[in-house]
Every structure is written in C-alpha cells, then in structure tokens.
C-alpha cells in the first residue's frame, strides 16, 4: 500500500470501528439491554480536534483587591512560622502548581524544619468553587439537615456504581463530599489557612499572640490598619482571623490560583488538537472497560458553561498501600482513617467511612512529584498501575509476608469492607486480566499532560510537536514479577 493511502486507511478503520461500536450498542438497545451513552470515541475527531467547541465561563479577572494584595504579601512571608522560615509558599509552591516542589511523600516543618509531616501536602489550586462537606447529593438542598441526620440517610441508601458514562445517576449517591483536607474537616480558606499556620508539624506558628505579635511588628502593619481599622492592631485575636481572610481573598481573586489554560481547556474550546497519543488516552480515561477515571474525575463542562474541575469532591476509601516513609507508619498501631480521624473528630464513630479520603482535582496532576493522601507514589506510572494490578495481581501493589499478600495494609481489618470493589476497574478479580494495558496507560498519562496549566504561555512540548515522542514516555514503574 502506498505510503500517502495509510492515514486514510487509518481514518477509514477508525470510522468503521465507531459505526461498529455504535451498531452494537443499538443493538443492545433494541435486545433490551440497559442504554449506554455514546463513548468518546465517537466524540473526537481523528485529527484531534474537538468536534463540539464549548464557550467556557471562566473566572473573572480583575485587578486584585487591597485586602487580597496583602494576602500575598503574607503568603510568601517565612517570619509567622516557628522557624522564621517557613511560609505558605514553602510547601505551596507557584512555580508547582501550589504544590511541593520536591518530591517527599510528606513535607518536612516545626520550629527547626526537622518534623515531618503525616499527610502529602495538596495543591492549593481549583478550590474557589469547592462546596461546603456535606453528606447527600446536593449541598445546597442540604444546608437545613445536619450532618447527623444525613449520615442517617447515607446509611439507609443503596449505592449506584460509579462510571464515566453514568455519572449523573451516581451523583445522587447520599456519600460524603465537599470541604477542605484531604478529609474534609473545614469548609472554607480561611479555615484552611488556620491549619498549617499553627500546626507544629508545619508553620508551628505557637499561639494567637504570637503570630498577632509577628503581624503587629511586620513591615506590613500599617496596611492592616489602614484596611481593619487601627484598633484591629491590639486585638490578637481579630488580627489574626483577618490575616487568615486576607490569605483566603488572595486565593480567591488571583487567577493564578485556577487558571484554566491548559491544552485541554483550549481543546474545549476548539483551539487545539489532541495528539494520537493523547485522543487516545482521553478516550480510554472516559471507558469504563478501560482506565474509568472520568467516574470520579469529571471531564465534562456544566451545563452553565463552568470548565471542569476534573474531581466530583466525593471520597473514596481506595486501600492504596502503606507508605514506610511516613515515621508515623512506623508504630504499628498508627492508622489514618481520613473521615474517621485522627484529625478529624465528629465523624470518628461513623465506621463506615473509616478510610475515606478526598478525590482531588486531576488538573496539573503531571507535575505533581507525589500521589494519594499518604505520598505513596510519585509517578502517574506507578498510580496507574495500582488502579491496574491492585485487584488482579495484588502482590505487584502490595508486600509479601510468610507467602501472604498483605493487601490493603494500611487499613485495620475490621474497614477494609469499606474500600471500594465496584467502581471499574477495581471490579476485577483476582487472575483476571488488567483493565488497561501497557500502550492504554501511557496513553492516558499523555492525556493527563493535556491538563497541565501554561500551556499557551510555554512553546508546545516534543510530545506536541513529534507525536511519535509521545508513545515513547513514562513506562509503567517496574513492579515485583
């Protein structure tokens, strides 16, 4: 065959598989069985491009506002801390998507930076729209029940399975989602901020009046009395909860903070073409028989325009494993229970959710250098083959003690009933054969590279430029045979 005839043989294949895949599926219609919506094969073209260009309602941008100024003054400013060098941007870097620029699973602070954390530390970025915790399908419906009271319904509700061809139905499930943490505990940045400022594993800032005190001589003050009021300077207390809210209003108005210019945003818009490479790994992202991420990871605008946040805010007790790398971990009898505690408290009796944690936002996940509430993995390849292996050929996740496959080893035994087995592809068996191969993984690391924010302010990557460059990268970690 000649060489010019081989992408319109490539084309003519691709077209017959989508008129195949729509046949059967009529097909099942017509025998009764349950109605599957279209897959997104047959939603993006075979030069990448995006065949339904979306006008998104993205976040204004607007001259920053006095108080959200001196909210990134104190962002960057290392004295609050125990150490006189720590700031917020130590660990929430705006170079790294306002995350850690190294690559420890946890950050290392307190008063001579030698205390390390318990927690990976997650990026600041994507939280304006994130909704209060709750536990239901819609917060606002939910603003007059208490939490209690919902946690009653969640127990009497039966759960629908989650995939990226049904997410509609599955967000009616009465699970808990929203707030901030990777356990959700506050619901707002200021409340957020209030956490490491005083934590003595982070900032270790000590007391109120020691940070008022720090605030109060800061070459700065005179802008918290010019905005607060001159009193506010000898008020400990109220000084420092309008530091918190200034942190918060920098969060909020910066665009720097949600910027929605990555490749795939400019593909929503029909300003860009996906690679081979990385079409294909959209399409596999989205498949349930294949990586299913879009379950959880929401890829679809809403339905008022907002661009997705590439999360559903919902938890998750996915069992990965224990981190040794954590101190903590050494005490046997240590766990992190996400909802359930330690450092969360009101739900603690709610056993239920004990092994909860946050899904985060998949925006920028390529840069992130490591994964999961407990940092375990710092390669998308290796978070990739735990979603792969953990259920089929457990002994490549987990250790092997006296011939045993110690699978989900950071849990005790008696929750482990809560990790979830029905989701794709953790409703796999053991023997049987993974969702995603080798090719389908690399092809969804080189869609989730789509995600990283700059993209039209940097000149485009090799793997945009040379699409042959793309198939080549990340390999799957080399896990025990």
């Known amino acids: 065959m000649p060489r010019r005839a081989l992408p319109v043989a490539a084309a003519l294949l691709a077209l017959a598989a989508c008129a ?3 046949a059967a599926h009529a097909a099942a219609g017509v025998a009764g069985a349950p109605a599957v919506a279209p897959a997104p094969a047959v939603l993006v073209l075979l030069d990448g491009a995006n065949p339904h260009p979306v006008r998104l309602k993205l976040p204004p941008r607007h001259p920053l506002s006095a108080v959200a100024r001196l909210g990134r003054v104190l962002f960057q400013d290392p004295a609050l801390s ?12 705006p170079h790294d998507a306002y995350a850690p620029a190294n690559s420890l699973s946890v950050q290392l602070g307190g008063g001579a930076l030698n205390r390390p954390g318990v927690r990976a530390v997650p990026s600041l970025e994507y939280l304006y729209r994130q909704q209060n915790f709750s536990i239901g399908p819609d917060n606002e419906e939910n603003e007059t029940v208490t939490l209690q009271q919902l946690v009653a319904l969640g127990i009497r509700a039966v759960r629908v399975r989650k995939t990226a061809h049904d997410t509609q139905a599955s967000g009616a499930n009465l699970v808990p989602q929203g707030g901030l943490f990777w356990d959700g ?12 400022l005083f934590n003595p594993l982070e900032m270790d800032g000590g007391s109120v009046a020691t940070v008022a005190r720090k605030l109060r001589h800061s070459a700065y003050a005179k802008q918290f009395a010019l905005l607060f009021g001159p009193a506010v300077l000898h008020q400990p207390r109220l000084l420092v909860s309008e530091a918190l809210f ?25 300003r860009a073409r996906f690679t081979p490479a990385q079409r294909r790994g959209y399409i596999d992202f989205n498949d349930p028989r294949k990586g299913d991420c879009a379950a959880c990871h929401l890829d679809q605008p809403g339905p008022d325009g907002l661009p997705p946040l590439f999360t559903d805010t919902q938890y998750e007790a996915l069992g990965v494993p224990r981190n040794p790398a954590i101190p903590a971990n050494r005490d046997p009898r240590y766990f992190d229970l996400g909802i359930c505690g330690p450092y969360r408290h009101d739900l603690a009796k709610q056993t239920r959710y004990c092994g909860m944690f946050l899904t985060p936002t998949l925006r920028n996940a390529a840069t992130r250098h490591a994964f999961f509430h407990n940092g375990v993995y710092h390669t998308l390849a290796q978070v990739l083959a735990f979603y792969d292996y953990r ?33 794709p592809p953790f409703n796999r068996h053991l023997g049987e054969a993974p969702a995603m191969s080798r090719r389908d993984m690399r092809d969804i690391i080189a869609f989730l590279k789509t995600l990283d924010d700059g993209w039209h302010r940097r000149p485009p990557r090799v793997a945009d430029r040379n699409v042959s460059a793309t198939t080549q990268q990340h390999s799957p970690p080399r896990l025990s045979p």
Request: glycine fraction near 6%; include cysteine; proline fraction near 7%.
């Open 20 to 22: 195949v895949w729509l």
């Open 82 to 93: 125990g150490s006189g060098r720590m700031s917020c941007a130590s660990c929430h870097d």
């Open 391 to 423: 259920d089929t050929r457990p002994w490549k996740i987990y250790p092997t003690v006296d011939g045993h496959v110690e699978k989900f080893n950071d849990l005790p035994a008696r929750y482990r009933a809560n990790v979830d087995r029905t989701d």
């Open 185 to 196: 505990r506050v619901d707002t940045l200021q409340q957020q901020a209030d956490g490491p």
């Open 246 to 270: 200034a942190l918060a209003r920098y969060q909020i108005e910066d665009p720097s903070f949600h910027p929605f210019d990555s490749k795939f945003d400019a593909w929503l818009q029909g």
